[in-house]
């Protein structure tokens, strides 16, 4: 199956479904923002704005000139708000193809080969399942700098361990399958065998989990960074939110909160809306 048949497919997978469609046109609109950012944020989103006169323009709800109103120290909201749908995606999308190649790769294998490579690759997804995400993130940020990239790295190296354990239960069926036992016959290696032949069925499972790891991504970012652990130095919804309640004013600058958390929960609600989609295709039983 080449490139442009594949898209084909998963945009009549979409469409077949109508709240994939919703949740997709709502991503659409989120990667729109994203690639544009610099051209619809109508201010530096770290430039503290002020009058004429001088007069910082501080907590200033919502207006014509501030979409949704100013920060404690004058800042746009709504630019740092289309800024940081840039990083969301960042994090979200690349966390997903890692967490998603890092399993699918190891399911494959461990299914396929069983044995020792098996049981040593279930051990380690053991050993995944036994570390906890948030103290991981800060022996990281011990380790390094406070950055977005320590966030998608921790939750590469720990995330794969659900992909990895499902494709390799459907790998044990796949692999007694008539057409996998013909490729054998037929002389093909087993790295033809796995990602010619048996890989392919997987695609919607796959997929599943590259939708459920981006909106899990985009918590964890949200999360980590609303600790204080993210990058100060960049503009994110999780960053936003942190600078809202540690400054005091979340309170009463109801505006500084709502438009980064709404867009929180608006994004991984559409990537939830496709998953749904792909989850009915992975397991038919689930569209009775």
């Known amino acids: 199956m080449n490139i442009r048949a594949l898209l084909a497919e998963q945009v009549r997978i979409i469409r077949g479904d109508r709240l994939a469609t919703i949740g997709a046109g709502i991503l659409l609109a989120l990667a729109f923002v994203a690639v544009f950012a610099p051209v619809i944020a109508p201010y530096d989103p770290m430039a503290m704005l002020s009058t004429q006169d001088g007069v910082l323009?501080?907590?200033?709800p919502p207006s014509t000139e501030h979409w949704f109103g100013t920060t404690d120290l004058?800042?746009?909201i709504f630019s740092q708000v289309v800024t940081g749908t840039r990083m969301a995606f960042t994090?979200?999308?690349l966390a997903a193809i890692l967490v998603t190649t890092i399993g699918t790769n190891v399911g494959l294998i461990a299914g396929y080969f069983g044995k020792w490579p098996d049981t040593l690759l279930m051990r380690a997804v053991d050993v995944a399942y036994t570390i906890p995400f948030e103290p991981f993130v800060l022996v990281l940020v011990g380790l390094f700098n406070p950055s977005v990239w320590n966030i998608v790295l921790a939750i590469s190296l720990l995330m794969w361990r659900s992909p990895a354990r499902v494709i390799r239960a459907q790998v044990l069926s796949l692999r007694e399958r008539p057409f996998v036992k013909a490729a054998k016959v037929a002389?093909?290696?087993?790295?033809?065998?796995l990602y010619v032949h048996i890989a392919p069925n997987l695609l919607p499972l796959i997929f599943l989990y590259v939708a459920i790891t981006v909106g899990w991504a985009i918590i964890?970012?949200?999360?980590?960074?609303?600790?204080?652990?993210?990058?100060p130095r960049t503009v994110s919804w999780g960053q936003v939110l942190q600078v809202a309640f540690t400054s005091g004013a979340s309170r009463k600058a109801w505006w500084w909160v709502v438009p980064p958390g709404a867009c929180i929960m608006l994004m991984v609600v559409s990537v939830y809306l496709?998953?749904?989609?792909?989850?009915?295709?992975?397991?038919?039983?689930?569209?009775?």
């Open 91 to 93: 994090v979200g999308f």
């Open 220 to 231: 964890a970012e949200a999360s980590v960074s609303f600790l204080g652990f993210g990058d």
């Open 57 to 60: 323009l501080a907590l200033r």
């Open 187 to 193: 002389g093909a290696s087993p790295l033809r065998i």
């Open 274 to 288: 496709i998953s749904r989609v792909y989850e009915k295709v992975a397991n038919p039983r689930l569209a009775d």
């Open 74 to 76: 004058g800042r746009d």
